[in-house]
């Protein structure tokens, strides 16, 4: 009896074990995609935008994204980098907007201008990464968004 109940407890930790092994790996099937850009302010000394991402959750777990790290291009040039370090909280089986606040002053804008010279138009790439995890445990996920404007 005392085998039978022995064994009924490791089929049930082992059991438990793989449904989280299961969970993780589903960490790893979060998908970003950009849904929109709001143009908040236009004008010759600044412009400022705030793109959004919906951030989807495919596991059974909550997970909380713990940093944002994005750098913007324009027509291949270096424009601005933009880091976020609020915590936000993804339930199991959900999805969330998540919005990204930047900000381009007068050199960022003269930076853009000069990316004009010598291309057919205007092409906005983002590149970064977002933390995502339970805990101590986080994993970093790659972001890649490019548009061509004009």
């Given at each position: ?123 906005l790439d983002l ?14 996920l790659p972001i ?7």
């Open positions: 009896m005392k085998k039978i109940k022995k064994i009924s407890i490791i089929i049930a930790v082992l059991g438990v074990l793989a449904f989280i092994v299961a969970q993780l790996k589903k960490l790893k099937d979060v998908t970003i995609k950009f849904k929109k850009i709001l143009i908040n302010k236009v004008s010759l000394k600044e412009i400022d935008v705030t793109p959004i991402f919906t951030v989807t959750n495919k596991s059974l777990i909550p997970i909380t994204i713990q940093k944002q790290f994005y750098e913007i291009y324009v027509n291949g040039k270096f424009i601005e980098t933009v880091e976020i370090n609020n915590l936000l909280t993804l339930e199991a089986k959900g999805s969330i907007e998540l919005p990204m606040h930047v900000n381009l002053d007068k050199k960022d804008l003269l930076k853009i201008a000069l990316s004009f010279f010598g291309s057919k138009g205007l092409t590149k970064g990464k977002i933390s995502i995890g339970k805990g101590t445990k986080t994993i970093s890649k968004y490019s548009k061509k404007i004009m």
